[in-house]
């Protein structure tokens, strides 16, 4: 009787501390277990009790380089609580710095992590030796990130300017149009990513369950919908329900919380590559064409196809934020970017954005003297953990089924892990 035990301690190049135990006897993939070690981190019973303007920026610690997203995620939750509505301005500038974000991390996952994968590499300093000009571009799209999230947010990380109900103050026009300038320019090494991750090799598999993500007609949404979708099952609802729709369950070997969808106890994916499936044809038209080129359309169910799915986003995002930029400094959205007026009362809210990683979701309960009562964080890796798991073990299966050495197996199976580019850190409560 053959029987292997493959043990992957603390997988390298992500975020957080994880493990993988794989159990393969003649043949057969006994075990397969995603081992989250982080300790619970707390911090919805860090708010509680907090006045409400003090949330978002308590929340934001969450994560160096999803704080954006945290921040606009929980500023939606004291608005749908407390009733305020914003501007167009205000909504654009939200998504700037939301988008800000999926620079600072496309780039760093995208280059850093997985890409030594694909190149033969055990880091990423073989390959900043090998191809220094590759590096460089890509450290300039991180930092391009953290320049727009500085602009924008006050910080190039933990932003300080996005309140409830506006921000407390923005650049001049000129600062809007050289930010577009240097969008522009930064273009052009997005589609070589495309085209770069296009060129590496992945198994053919297919996710065992659902992707979820934002939509809108006719539109991309990263942070101005209320809606959001099951993919392959087909239907939608609103965020204000994700507890209903959404169930998280323990299990004995993770700290994470596992996730699944209520209706059909169907794991699922939320990523750059749901994103994808779900709003492919609102995608830029300079995206859509690299997107279409690589032969990335939806349906498109391999998640190990995250990585080009993050590098198609990369061009979107770039001509996105161009526009907007120049839009802001025409000033071609109606309103003030001021901070609205409100009255604190008693209420409940729940604020839903996608972050770089995928679907994020904060509940906030406010009692009348404007003091949260209860708050519960989704992150996407949270979600994602369960439906990471499911596809490690197809993935293992696979490769058992041709015959492949532990070494390679080892190597598959992280880059999965690396595919889906988990937060592990953000996956406990």
Not at 42 to 53: A, T
Request: hydrophobic content about 45%.
């Amino acid at each position: 009787m053959a029987r292997t035990a493959i043990s992957i301690d603390h997988i390298a190049r992500i975020e957080g501390h994880g493990n993988v135990r794989l159990v393969i006897e003649d043949g057969q993939v006994l075990t397969c277990q995603m081992e989250v070690v982080e300790p619970a981190r707390l911090f919805e019973s860090m708010v509680v009790g907090r006045p409400f303007d003090e949330v978002p920026y308590v929340a934001s610690r969450i994560c160096g380089i999803c704080s954006s997203s945290h921040v606009v995620t929980d500023l939606r939750a004291i608005e749908a609580a407390l009733d305020v509505r914003v501007t167009d301005r205000t909504a654009a500038l939200r998504e700037l710095l939301v988008y800000g974000s999926f620079l600072q991390n496309h780039a760093t996952h995208l280059f850093v992590f997985s890409a030594p994968d694909f190149l033969g590499h055990r880091s990423v300093f073989p390959l900043a030796d090998e191809n220094p000009a590759l590096f460089d571009k890509a450290l300039g799209m991180k930092a391009l990130g953290n320049e727009l999230c500085t602009a924008v947010g006050g910080r190039s990380v933990h932003p300080i300017t996005a309140v409830v109900g506006g921000f407390t103050s923005e650049i001049t026009p000129a600062e809007y149009r050289a930010l577009a300038d240097k969008m522009d320019a930064m273009a052009d090494f997005a589609v070589e990513a495309v085209d770069l991750f296009d060129g590496f090799e992945v198994p053919a598999i297919e996710t065992a369950g659902d992707m979820l993500a934002m939509v809108a007609p006719g539109r991309y949404p990263v942070c101005d919908s209320d809606a959001a979708r099951f993919v392959r099952a087909g239907y939608d609802f609103n965020c204000a329900q994700v507890e209903e729709e959404v169930e998280e369950y323990p299990v004995g070997h993770s700290a994470a919380f596992l996730a699944r969808a209520r209706r059909t106890g169907s794991p699922y994916m939320t990523a750059a590559l749901a994103r994808v499936n779900a709003s492919w044809d609102a995608l830029s038209q300079r995206a859509r064409y690299a997107a279409a080129k690589a032969g990335l359309r939806p349906p498109e169910l391999n998640p190990l196809m995250n990585n080009l799915a993050q590098a198609v986003e990369l061009v979107d995002v770039l001509d996105r934020c161009a526009a907007l930029c120049r839009r802001l400094a025409d000033d071609a959205f109606e309103g003030s970017s001021a901070p609205a007026a409100f009255e604190v009362r008693a209420g409940e809210g729940v604020g839903f954005t996608e972050a770089p990683r995928g679907a994020l979701f904060h509940r906030l309960a406010i009692d009348r003297e404007g003091r949260v009562i209860r708050a519960n964080i989704l992150t996407p890796t949270a979600q994602n953990v369960a439906n990471l798991e499911a596809d490690m073990r197809l993935l293992a299966e696979k490769l058992v089924g041709e015959g492949r050495s532990e070494a390679a197996i080892r190597l598959e199976v992280e880059k999965l892990v690396r595919a889906y580019d988990p937060c592990l850190s953000c996956s406990v409560h």
